[in-house]
């Protein structure tokens, strides 16, 4: 379903009170605040239009005193560099992909871990309010935003038919985050680091093989005219987070920061995250109906195999956020309890 504030309309979104929030309006005497907000995926991606309507909404909220130009698909920079150009102030907001980054947010790299989402809706507003309590300990340079998460996704052949882990070995494989990665080279995979937007290429020229993506990516990015075979289950998520540049925000007034905070919170993240859901899961039927493609289920005895290979990338997940100096049980438990009460776990 679609949400009020997204609607394509000649104007995104028409007040604050289209996103449901309650931000204090910004006084009269405000200085104008220009924000460049930079992101890597197409304008015909839905979470374009997403952070269309959340900027607008903004700039209600702030009496028109915040503006946001939003520069879409790597204008100003590569996906792999948006935390970098946020913190440096290249950017003032970036949407940043922390698990194009492998081993430097270990913390919220828990969310990679495969089998733990069902849903990307509420399942986006448990990832944020969970990592809420930790963002500081490992984006201390930056000012956390939001996150959310794209519908759960699995794994894309373009010439063989991967039914169990096994499978696997020898396979040049794009994985989605570093977790996935390390988990494909415990299986005998080739990885093969390639962002969203260069999926195609790699597997059109036979560098990769297989790719993980969620489904309705697949058409937009071009991935479905060069595979055949797709694993029919939810197999992981990728976490996405929005930051501010420290010293931007720092230079708004408290009735703008206070607009800020209002569109920085779970429930931002929920709004944000359904649109791009619905695209994504969508995305199935369609490929479902067209000729030569490959849309397979795996039996519980398959899908037991794969938590069972799964399971040394959780022992070096943890090692990673011990050597990071913090505790892995605890705070997977507290994504777990977070997610559960979501009713968004696997």
């Known amino acids: 379903m679609k949400l009020p504030w997204l609607r394509l309309t000649g104007a995104v979104a028409t007040g604050l009170g289209l996103l449901g929030l309650h931000a204090v309006p910004a006084a009269a005497q405000d200085k104008p605040v220009e924000m460049r907000f930079s992101h890597w995926v197409p304008t015909a991606h839905p979470m374009h239009t997403a952070a269309v ?38 950017v003032d907001i970036s949407h940043v992909n922390p698990g194009y980054e492998p081993g430097r947010f270990p913390i919220v790299a828990a969310v990679e871990l495969p089998f733990i989402f069902s849903n990307s809706k509420e399942g986006s507003a448990a990832l944020d309010a969970w990592y809420r309590r930790y963002a500081d300990r490992e984006m201390k340079d930056v000012r956390y935003c939001l996150a959310f998460a794209h519908d759960p996704g699995t794994f894309h052949f373009t010439k063989k038919k991967v039914v169990s882990p096994t499978d696997m070995n020898g ?78 925000y720092d230079s708004m007034s408290p009735a703008q920061k206070k607009v800020m905070d209002e569109h ?83």
């Open 171 to 248: 396979v040049k494989f794009r994985p989605p985050n570093a977790v996935i990665a390390n988990w494909m080279r415990t299986l005998g995979a080739t990885n093969v680091q390639a962002s969203a937007p260069e999926i195609r290429d790699v597997l059109e020229k036979g560098v990769a093989e297989g790719a993980g993506s969620p489904w309705g990516s697949l058409g937009l990015f071009g991935i479905d005219k060069v595979t055949n075979f797709h694993i029919d289950a939810p197999i992981y998520i990728s976490e996405q987070v929005w930051v501010l540049n420290k010293a931007k």
């Open 264 to 346: 920085c919170s779970s429930d931002a993240s929920l709004k944000i995250a359904t649109p791009w859901a619905d695209f994504e899961s969508g995305g199935k039927a369609k490929l479902k109906a067209m000729p030569g493609q490959d849309v397979y289920p795996l039996t519980p005895e398959q899908i037991a195999a794969w938590r069972k290979s799964a399971e040394p990338i959780v022992a070096n997940w943890e090692a990673d956020v011990k050597k990071a100096g913090h505790d892995p049980k605890a705070i997977l438990d507290d994504l777990k309890k977070t997610v559960a009460a979501r009713n968004a776990a696997y």
């Open 53 to 90: 309507a959340w900027a607008e909404s903004i700039n209600k909220a702030s009496n028109g005193t915040i503006k946001i130009t939003i520069y879409p698909a790597q204008q100003l920079g590569k996906a792999f560099d948006h935390y970098n150009m946020a913190r440096d102030g290249i």
